[in-house]
Structure formats: C-alpha cells, structure tokens
T-cell receptor, first 113, second 116 residues
C-alpha cells in the first residue's frame, strides 16, 4: 500500500498571507492531482501534474511536481477568505495500481478576513 | 447531465443491519470508486471498478461488498453495519487517460452514515 503524507494538517492564516501545502510519498507517482473540498460537498479537481518538474498556475495557486515525481506542493499567494476549505492531494501509481487514487490526509485551510 | 448521484444523503442504522448505498453516473465513465472520509484521514478507497463486471479492493474493503453490472451503477453494500463504519461515503467516476491512469474524478455529494 502506497502512503501519501500531506502537511500541514491545519493552516489558519490572515488574508493576504502566503502559504504552502506539501504532499510526499516514498513511491513514484505516475500522476498527481490536487482537489479542493467545501463542507457538505464532494472534492473538486484543481489540477493534474504528470511530468517531473512540472509547474502549473491557476490564478493565485501554483502547483509543483517534484523532479523525481515523489512529491508535490501547492502554494497560494495572497490568500483570500474564499480560499478557505479542505485541500487534498491524490496520487496515481503505475503498474497494477491503475484505476485508483491514493489520497493524502488533507489540509484544512482557514483564511481570516 | 446529472453527473454522479448518490442516495440516500443521510442514513442511520443500528449495529448489525445491512443496507446498500446507491451510486449512478451518466457520463459513460469506465472507472468508478467508493471512498470513506473520516476526520483527519482524508479519503480512503474502499472498492473500485475499471469497467462493468470488474471490481477490486481498495485500502479498507472489510465489511463492504460491491458489484458493477452496468457502466452506470456501482452500489456499495454494508453486510452487517458496525459503529466503526460511521462515516461520510463518496462515490466517484472518471475516464482513464491515454496511459490508463485515473483522470479527473467526479464526486457525488456524499452519504452521511451513522451506525448506532
């Protein structure tokens, strides 16, 4: 069973601050996804990264995939209260693991006005 | 398109009762999965399917059964409910990318289950 460690588990910051969430594994991902979940709803995909070293930007969110494809990070610049939510990373592994994702424990982000 | 639908939205069971959580998708996706979400533990995979007639166990399969007779439906059965199965259950569907990996997963709204 592949393990996917996500940190920190909780983040409470003021509006305008920057933050980074990390996702790490001892195994190589074939691809990695980041999701955001609002209370009472299912997760919604933010981005998928596939290539080692890849960087993707989504407005104030920057996603990076490690060169060895074992880690990823989500950086939010100038956080806003609307960014509040649960952020989840999810890794797809190759070989016989096709068809399934392994999720990290999640990061609960609270941005105070 | 309705996307992924789940019923019921809420359910309370007594220990030992059985029930089926329903999941349906209208996007013609090959892959479907069931997850449970507990505080501080993210989403844990229970069972998944890569096509009609094909299912496999995930990380926490004990106490649950699945079948996939059609592309659209993927019900989850609790055989004999236990308090440890109190959780929020999410069904998800996706299509594989060119390499067979899981593409964007579309999640249903979830079923909140309490076992007394």
């Amino acid at each position: 069973t592949q393990l996917l460690e996500q940190s920190p588990q909780f983040l409470s910051i003021q509006e305008g601050e920057n933050l980074t969430v990390y996702c790490n594994s001892s195994s190589v991902f074939s691809s990695l996804q980041w999701y955001r979940q609002e209370p009472g709803e299912g997760p919604v995909l933010l981005v998928t990264v596939v290539t080692g070293g890849e960087v993707k930007k989504l407005k104030r969110l920057t996603f990076q995939f490690g060169d060895a494809r074992k880690d990823s990070s989500l950086h939010i610049t100038a956080a806003q209260p609307g960014d509040t939510g649960l952020y989840l990373c999810a890794g797809a592994y190759g070989g016989t693991s096709y068809g399934k994702l392994t999720f990290g424990q999640g990061t609960i982000l609270t941005v105070h006005p | 398109n309705a996307g992924v639908t789940q019923t019921p939205k809420f359910q309370v069971l007594k220990t030992g009762q059985s029930m089926t959580l329903q999941c349906a998708q209208d996007m013609n996706h090959e892959y479907m999965s069931w997850y449970r979400q507990d505080p501080g533990m993210g989403l844990r995979l229970i069972h998944y399917s890569v096509g009609a007639g094909i299912t496999d166990q995930g990380e926490v399969p004990n106490g649950y059964n699945v079948s996939r007779s059609t592309t659209e439906d993927f019900p989850l059965r609790l055989l004999s409910a236990a308090p440890s199965q109190t959780s929020v259950y999410f069904c998800a569907s996706s299509s594989p990318d060119f390499a067979g990996r899981v593409n964007e997963q579309f999640f249903g709204p979830g079923t909140r289950l309490t076992v007394l």
